[in-house]
């Protein structure tokens, strides 16, 4: 799948898409704020936490959308709000070309039913009272689809396609293990037939060896059943694997946005170099020469966020340009620097071709930035991940 779909903010300089290549969803200046007030008899509003600050993207029809970021940086918060499990304070969310923030009652009930998600844990998403049948067939039942018997049929069905027994139908939830329980969630959100999946780190409570196979099984279902993911983790090395494009996320904000095989070729942005310097290349070669950035200081408050670019306090590019005043003072926003692919930075020509970037890409013995601090990648992440599942082998990535 071709990469190029941009954020609506600047499509005029992206590739325009293909036709009947028009996105499932388009998501413009999502906004998500939380409020935060004081008082306990007279409550009142002293500020909000900006979970989603403006936050714009596309996906097409079949495309997997990786949305990737540190904890507390929005990604979930997205995700609800695309599905409205939020109503976002900001912004439009086009649905197959409805706006789902306009919607109420019914009418987005019936839409919900397009979209499913599928959760982090799987211990704490399924009903430890309910049997597999009930948990699989609820979205069925809540939708009013089929009589009882024709949705065990179903839940069966969706077992068998999970690669589950069908027979387990009766069993509860403490019964499995956790591998086993995501097959259950990911069998729940296919009950309905959606066309939108919204992964929220879907392997990250797993072992090692089983998250392979569930990212298998996803990319064979999105196979069979033409689904379009928005797959969210921490991880570069998790999304690289199963995404089209890769969103990085900072702060509420999306930073960078490019086709995944290119963010790990020519980062552009220093936060999404910086995440980059932490995945291990398995060749023991190139990743004796890398470094890993460390990025300084902790991760702001989302309820205060830096002024400007909100990565100047951490930003190594920054400080080896001698403290630009313009990051403190101007919001940089999503441009396109080339074909589909969008930085948010005033300076990101000097990140191409940085020693920085060279290093994390190539692990060519680039000499160190004097100031980007680096400390060797520790032995442990220098071994290939048993968590990356092989490439795809329809050249995603
Ligand atoms: N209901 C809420 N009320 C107030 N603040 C919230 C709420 N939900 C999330 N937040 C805050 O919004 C920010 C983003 O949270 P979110 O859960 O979206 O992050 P995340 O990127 O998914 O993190 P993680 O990787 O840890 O899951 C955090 O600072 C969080 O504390
Ligand atoms: S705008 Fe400035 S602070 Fe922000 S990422 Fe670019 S160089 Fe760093
Ligand atoms: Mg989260």
Known sequence: MSSGSGAATSSAQVPAPAPGDAPLLSVDDLHMWFPITSGLILERHVGDVRAVDGVSFDIRRGETLGLVGESGCGKSTTGRAILRLYHPTGGSVMFDGVDLTKLEGEPLRRMRRRMQMIFQDPY?????????????????????????????????ELLDVVGLNPNFLNRYPHEFSGGQRQRIGVARALAVNPDLI????????????IQAQI???????????????LFIAHDL???????????????????????????YERPLHPYSVALL????????????????????????????????????TRCWLRERLGNPERCVAEDPVLRPLSSGHQVACHFAEEVDG??????????????????????PTPPSAAAPSAAAPPPRPRGRG
């Open 124 to 156: 704490a998403s399924l009903n430890p009272r309910m049997t597999v049948g009930g948990i699989v067939g609820e979205p069925l039942a809540v939708h009013g689809i089929g009589s009882h018997a024709e949705r065990r049929e179903r839940v069966a």
């Open 198 to 209: 919204i992964a929220d780190e879907p392997i990250s409570a797993l072992d090692v060896s």
């Open 215 to 229: 990212i298998n099984l996803l990319e064979k279902l999105q196979d069979e059943f033409h689904l379009t993911y």
């Open 237 to 263: 090395s998790v999304v690289r694997h199963v995404s089209d494009r890769i969103a990085v996320m900072y702060l509420g904000r999306i930073v960078e946005m490019v086709g995944s095989r290119e963010l």
């Open 277 to 312: 310097s932490a995945v291990p290349i398995p060749d023991p070669e190139v990743e004796k020469h890398r470094r890993r950035i460390i990025l300084t200081g902790d991760v702001p408050s989302p309820a205060s966020p830096p002024s400007g670019c909100h990565f100047h």
């Open 354 to 375: 940085s020693a920085e970037q060279v290093l994390q890409v190539t692990g060519r013995a680039a000499a160190p930035s004097a100031t980007a601090p680096v400390v």
